[in-house]
């Protein structure tokens, strides 16, 4: 990856205008992006009650529902001095940590709500960086404003990866680095309707995989083939792909003991690595 630079148009000034507080537009957006957002808006405080805890004890630098350290993983590298778009940052716990490892991070969220949180937060902190207010299938940036964009369970889950593979590879600058984690296909073929445990054994079609809707919100999925088309489509090559397993005596906030169990015999998370020719 060739050395952070501001861009052809300049820093990002987080006191200029990427307001979180500015107009979003819902006419704008998707349908599916709506009922995200209106979901969002209604569960992130309890979801930071929840899960905030969490967050703070990995540190915020660490993957997925089992928090699995970014130092064992090195999935971003050494990120001092680059720019970084975090795609769905939530309370922007990932982006206030790599301000303190020398990153220019920028954090992107559809949730006012969840927005709220990531302000407080970085106040706590004693840290400053600009928060947007967008939808991850279209974003109010300049193109080539970013070395890394990466996504721990955000945009990459909720947005049509279709509008916003194609987004991201606008915004990153020649070489730059697109890594995201999420749900695997293979866990997503095995919840029941009626449970959120996963069951050990197949109960949806892989293929025709993408909107996945739910009560109150809407998931997206793609085949592997799929995955990879669209990458190569959008000018990214592959550099990996990390299929997590969480430690035998691994706790999270998300999941239970059963769950855990089931991680360890099957994939249940993923990380995508791909970097832009």
């Not at 999935?75 to 778009?85: A, N, P, Q, T, Y």
């Not at 006012?112 to 928060?131: C, K, W």
Request: net charge negative; glycine share 10%; proline share 9%.
């Amino acid at each position: 990856m060739k050395p952070s630079s501001p861009g052809p148009h300049g820093p990002l000034d987080p006191h200029g205008p990427l307001d979180p507080d500015g107009p979003l537009d819902p006419d704008g957006l998707s349908d599916h992006a709506r009922v995200n957002r209106g979901s969002w808006n209604a569960d992130s405080d309890q979801y930071q009650t929840d899960h905030g805890p969490q967050l703070a004890t990995s540190g915020g630098l660490a993957w997925g529902v089992w928090q699995i350290p970014e130092s064992e993983l090195g999935v971003l590298g050494d990120v001092r001095g680059l720019d970084i778009l975090e795609f769905g940052c939530g309370a922007a716990q990932w982006s206030i940590a790599l301000c303190g490892e020398g990153a220019r991070p920028v954090g992107l969220d559809l949730s006012e709500a969840q927005l709220a949180h990531a302000r407080r937060l970085m106040a706590e902190a004693g840290v400053d960086f600009p928060l947007v207010h967008a939808s991850a299938e279209s974003i109010p940036l300049p193109a080539e404003s970013f070395d890394i964009v990466f996504c721990d369970y955000g945009a990459t889950t909720f947005a049509d990866p279709y509008l916003w593979v194609p987004e991201t590879a606008r915004l990153l600058r020649s070489g730059g680095l697109l890594a995201f984690s999420g749900a695997t296909p293979l866990i997503q073929m095995c919840y029941p309707d009626d449970s959120d445990h996963p069951a050990d054994r197949l109960l949806r079609d892989y293929f025709g995989m993408h909107d996945l809707p739910y009560e109150g919100f809407v998931d997206f999925m793609l085949p592997y083939g799929e995955w990879i088309a669209l990458f190569r489509a959008n000018g990214f090559d592959i550099e990996g792909l990390l299929e997590l397993r969480p430690p035998a005596d691994a706790v999270s906030s998300y999941r239970d003991a059963t769950d855990r169990e089931w991680s360890r015999r099957w994939p249940a998370e993923q990380i995508w690595r791909v970097r832009r020719r």
